[in-house]
């Protein structure tokens, strides 16, 4: 069990390290608003005025302000700008602009920007990914790698779709169920 989570925290470095450098042709900057000063944070809803966390993360019931997490976050729904580690919610997983890591949740999401890494879920969206997405539903703008589940959908894709209906928008073939590909 320690191997396995020393592998994962490699893992997750790994990740973190190529997604500062570039992602999709642009370059990815981030900016901390306050330093960081939590190893371990306790968050009960909306708490006004929370630092950045480094570490473990428990949101009970959920937790949206903190703006940068790297780390391990455990609860049932989880919020914040920029994510890089383990996000492991319940109902939630929610990254505004930046995701470098795993989420596991029953619905996933990193909406406005990039995600690198692996979403596994009932539902997982994103603007951009690079990695792989496990779910019923996967749903993204961009993406490079697999999509595994009832229905894949994505505008563009430069991977593989497995599922019962694949769609990839700007493809040649647009729908194509068992595989889809998209170059």
Known sequence: MKKLMVAICAFAAVLTLSAKEEFAGKEVVRVRD?????????????LPETPDVVGLRVTIPYSSRQESVTGVDIGLWGRSRYYEGI??????????????????????????SDMIGLQVGLWNETGAFRGLQVGLVNVTGAG???QVGIINRAETLNGYQIGVINVIRDAEMVFCPIVNIGF
Do not use: C, E, H, T
């Open 34 to 46: 306050q330093p960081v000063i939590w190893p371990a944070f306790f968050s009960m809803g909306d």
């Open 87 to 112: 996000q492991l919610n319940i109902l939630r997983n929610d990254v505004k602009d930046f995701m470098a890591g795993f989420q596991v949740g029953l619905y996933n999401s990193v909406i406005r």
């Open 144 to 146: 490079q790698g697999f």
